[in-house]
């Protein structure tokens, strides 16, 4: 099962990993993903609106497709929104499997379509400028990837 | 039906959500879009980019051409930037 | 840089990863593999024998290989030697970088070669068996994906 | 030159290293290994299958075509199988 959450809290990666694991002794490969602010370009702050009705759902859709297509132990996402400061986590992928192939495979399966599938939208505050981030065209191309 | 906008559709828009009665020939989201880019200059500047426009119905993705018969909350904001 | 370490000690994944990232704000992505003994077909324990005199050298290779393919903002590869138990962690990867590709592709790399080039037998004990693994031509394949 | 091994190549052979001064006409891996394997049957069993082989020279991975002229330390040992 991968768990989901949206949340304004941080998150420990460690411990999260560590939970997925704890007391297992079927699990060979854990891959670990953790998204931070960076605080290029006199960026001040990243505001991360979202659409909390769906937000969940689509993340569980998202985490549904991955646990279909390969072979996982288990696994956790945990998107926040709100205003996050350079440094600050955002987003965190954490996958168990046997193996590691897997593994690395549905973690960055489950970025791509987190950053083109789940309703978050970043906010930047570089001091004199504020602007709302455009989707990149290279996020498009890493989520049609895994089209089938 | 209830409208929530967000990001920068909501923000040209000016509020978060409304409630809205379109009339009855207007039965897809390319036809609601259009007819709410005609209720002020707000929508008008938040929908007049098309390419720039995603819809989910009751929380789920939807294209330009889905029906929105039925649809109890509909939801308009820009390309998703999460992640 | 990547520092490299072969240890008989366990490692706590998630200080490892906190410490790359630690007053910086230049990382966007952060990327942590653990490889966990596995306790199926009745393992005992696992153990690691390695070449000592080479180990940390061929360790160095691989990172330095690493470093010079992709824009990588720091990183952390140990390995660990000796007796062990199901559950426990063998081998950790961090990396860290500017955007997530490089960083899983990079983790990847490193999980492969590792694998395949540096000097790590593992020796399994199940009760009443007791034999050295033999290497995978799936690893040797998952390696040769990045020749050139 | 002094000699090492490891893994199954270790326990076939019975020691974990030795010093040994091979003959003049000695000049590549494969005629080492080829050498070593008449000097005792567990060296003999430990080197029979030479696709199983692999052999690091003063630290460094090389082939089996590999000169030992000069080499301080040689390692032999199977395939590698960590991570």
């Known amino acids: 099962m991968i ?30 993903f953790t998204g931070l602010v960076r605080g290029d370009d006199n960026l001040h702050a990243l505001t991360l609106e979202h659409y909390p009705a769906m937000t969940e759902r689509a993340m ?18 945990i998107h926040r929104f709100g205003r996050l400061l350079p440094g600050d986590p955002i987003v965190l992928v954490v996958i168990a499997s046997t193996h590691r192939g897997a593994a690395f ?3 960055e399966f489950l970025m791509d379509w987190l950053k083109t599938r789940a309703p978050f939208w970043k906010h930047e505050d570089r001091g004199d400028t504020q602007h709302w ?15 089938r | 039906m209830e409208l929530v906008y967000f ?17 009855a020939d207007v039965t897809t989201v390319t036809a609601l879009l259009g ?13 007049s980019d098309r390419e720039a426009i995603r ?3 009751d929380q ?15 939801a308009i904001f820009p390309p998703v930037t999460g992640g």
């Open chain 1, 105 to 107: 495979e549905a973690a």
């Open chain 2, 55 to 57: 819809v989910a119905i």
């Open chain 1, 133 to 147: 981030v455009a989707a990149k065209a290279s996020d498009d191309e890493a989520a049609d990837r895994w089209e």
């Open chain 2, 35 to 47: 007819w709410l880019a005609t209720r002020s200059a707000g929508h008008a500047a938040a929908l």
């Open chain 2, 60 to 74: 789920d993705f939807v294209g330009l051409d889905a029906t929105i018969a039925g649809a109890r909350e509909i």
């Open chain 1, 60 to 77: 569980a859709a998202i985490a549904a497709e991955a646990w279909g297509r390969w072979p996982l132990a288990g696994g956790t996402v």
């Open chain 1, 3 to 32: 768990t989901i959450r949206a949340q304004a809290e941080a998150f420990d990666a460690g411990a999260e990993a560590s939970a997925l694991s704890a007391g297992r002794t079927d699990i060979g490969a854990i891959v670990t």
């Open chain 2, 7 to 23: 990001a920068w559709v909501r923000e040209r828009i000016g509020i978060d959500a409304e409630t809205v009665t379109p009339p």
